[in-house]
Antibody, heavy 118, light 107 residues
């Protein structure tokens, strides 16, 4: 059974660059034909698609975040990473890792909360 | 970006009721519309994709219709576990965007 498990720093200070990790179990990122992505949810902005990546390294970034976000994958560890730079309070959210099939998230992790506060 | 607007933003209903939630896209998205259910404290769960296809394991009381700009999610015969928040999402063009959500509460 496919499972996605996010992890992250929890509380970060403004202007820091937190890194989030998604560990995939029950499927191999390298051999699958799926994209993998990050979606966040905040009270102010609702659900927001951040970025997606294929095991080959092909990526997609939401334009509004593209300058501050980096998505990457380590197929040997079956992990997907998200790095978000120069964070502000507006980046406070629950960050979800998802498996992407034809533009929809068919499997979601439980999410990891990132709170930006000094 | 394509804007997705849901209505109502909240509604109250009783177990056994039939409810319908509407989602409107700011432009034609053909049938590239997905519905998710989110229970309190949990991640969203995919219910319906491409407007009317039921995701595996989802009860048949959930149904979706629509194409172009107007879509509906109908729950026929509400069960206690159906209360929560429902979101639509367009997968027609990037950036993929979500509706603001419809909170379904127990009357």
């Amino acid at each position: 059974q496919l499972q996605l498990q996010e992890s992250g720093p929890g509380l970060v200070k403004p202007w820091e660059t937190p890194s989030l990790t998604c560990t995939v179990s029950g499927d191999s990122i390298h051999s699958s034909s799926f994209y993998w992505g990050w979606i966040r949810q905040s009270p102010g902005k609702g659900l927001e698609w951040i970025a997606s990546i294929y095991h080959s390294g092909a990526t997609y970034y939401t334009p509004s975040l593209k300058s501050r976000v980096l998505i990457s994958v380590d197929t040997s560890k079956n992990q997907i990473f998200l790095k978000l730079s120069s964070v502000t309070a507006a980046d406070t959210a629950v960050y979800y890792c998802v498996r992407v099939v034809a533009g929809k998230g068919d499997v979601w992790g439980k999410g990891t909360t990132v709170t930006v506060s000094s | 970006d394509i804007q997705m607007t849901q209505s109502p933003s909240s509604l109250s209903a009783s177990v056994g009721d039939r409810v319908t939630i509407t989602c409107r896209a700011s432009q034609d998205i053909t049938n590239s519309l997905n519905w998710y259910q989110q229970q309190l404290g949990e991640a969203p769960k995919l219910l319906i994709y491409t407007a009317s296809s039921l995701q595996s394991g989802v009860p048949s009381r959930f149904s979706g219709r629509g194409s172009g700009t107007d879509f509906t999610l109908t729950i026929g015969g509400l069960q206690p576990e159906d209360f929560g928040t429902y979101f639509c999402q367009q997968s027609y063009s990037v950036p993929y965007t979500f509706g603001q959500g419809t909170k379904l509460e127990i009357k």
